[in-house]
């Protein structure tokens, strides 16, 4: 198989994103099993391998097809943003979210055109987003404007579970809303969605046959009532319908405390958690670093740092670059998909 090319869009070129690029890259440059690709302003990448004193050749493309670096050297496709005249680091600054964005825009192009197999996103500043003129909400809504998709789920990717070569997946029936309107969100029609989706993407991104459990909303499930009637009137109706229906198999509901253990011991590969921070409480308190997103339902391969621009440490050569590491180690394992998840997602 071609090695894939994949892009990295540093995010915010004045937080930590160029900084655990650099890192990255530099790591993975003597690797033969993939091209990475910087996209971000030439400068942006000098000055944040200056910070770190990394001894790589920066080397500027203008096409993804002739990227090849080589041990000690990162392609970079220059976008041509702030040029030489760089913000400050850790200042919110029109600019930088206009760079933020055009990076996204190229890769994602690129990504559509198949000139690539994937793109790896470092994080943005929503701030300087808005002040560059875009009304995005973030990345997830960006990527579906240009890719022409309406709706995408969250992948969490949990890499170090408890036993070997197993990761869990952790997807979410509700994400960006408060509790009180999540639960009042949830119902049987929107549960099935949920869960057919799930089983979906975890057979796109490579397992053969998913075993999925659903997480309870109320402490021990409810104790049949005593604590909630989610499970009772929602969750476990939603699983029954799925399980009837003869398609595949379901477990659950469960009760959060004990199904991400089970998960991580290998139990299930992916796990349907309820809201936000169900989810997320459970993955980044087992492993921050080792936790990545992935956007399901776009057309495209994307997998993401989950933490933020950090303007406080940007520029200083602290940032931790682990879960960049693994946001580009999950791209590539997730590359030999990309024609299957294209096929699935691609607008008709």
């Known amino acids: ?54 001894d790589v050749e920066l080397r500027p493309i203008t096409d993804f097809a002739t990227a090849s670096a080589g041990e000690g050297v990162i392609d970079v496709f220059d976008i041509g943003v702030c040029g030489n005249d760089l913000p400050d680091w850790g200042v919110v600054d029109a600019r930088a979210g206009r760079a933020a964005v055009t990076a996204i825009e190229v890769a994602t192009r690129a990504a559509m055109d198949e000139e690539i197999a994937g793109i790896v996103t470092g994080p943005i500043n929503k701030e300087a987003v808005w002040q560059s003129g875009s009304e995005h909400l973030g990345h997830t809504e960006m990527l579906g404007e240009l890719t022409g998709v309406t709706k995408q789920d969250t992948m969490f990717v949990v890499e170090n579970a408890k036993v070997p070569d197993h990761k869990l997946q952790i997807f979410f029936a509700t994400r960006h809303m408060s509790l009180r309107k999540a639960i009042d969100a949830l119902s049987v029609e929107t549960q099935i969605d949920s869960i057919e989706r799930a089983h979906r993407a975890l057979q796109l991104y490579g397992v053969t046959a998913p075993r999925l459990a659903v997480a309870a909303l109320n402490p021990h499930g409810g104790e049949n009532g005593a604590f909630g009637d989610e499970e009772i009137e929602i969750l476990r109706p939603a699983v029954e319908a799925v399980n009837a229906a003869g398609r ?101």
């Open 1 to 54: 198989m071609t090695a894939p090319i994949l892009a990295v869009t540093v995010g915010d070129p004045v937080g930590i994103g160029p900084e655990i690029t650099a890192q990255v890259l530099a790591e993975f440059s003597a690797r033969d099993d993939q091209h990475g690709v910087a996209v971000a302003d030439l400068a942006v990448m000098r000055r944040a391998v200056d910070v770190l004193g990394l």
């Open 248 to 348: 595949f198999d379901v477990a659950g509901p469960i009760p959060a405390d004990s199904v991400f253990h089970q998960g991580l011991t290998g139990r299930f590969d992916g796990i349907l958690s309820q809201y936000h921070d169900q989810g997320h409480i459970a993955s980044k308190t087992y492993d921050f670093d080792g936790t990545i997103s992935v956007t399901v339902g776009l057309p495209i391969l994307r997998t993401s740092v989950d933490h933020g621009t950090a303007f406080d440490i940007a520029g200083q050569g602290l940032a931790d670059a682990g879960t960049m590491r693994s946001a580009y180690r999950a791209a590539i394992g997730y590359a030999p998909f990309v024609d299957g998840i294209r096929a699935e997602y691609l607008p008709r």
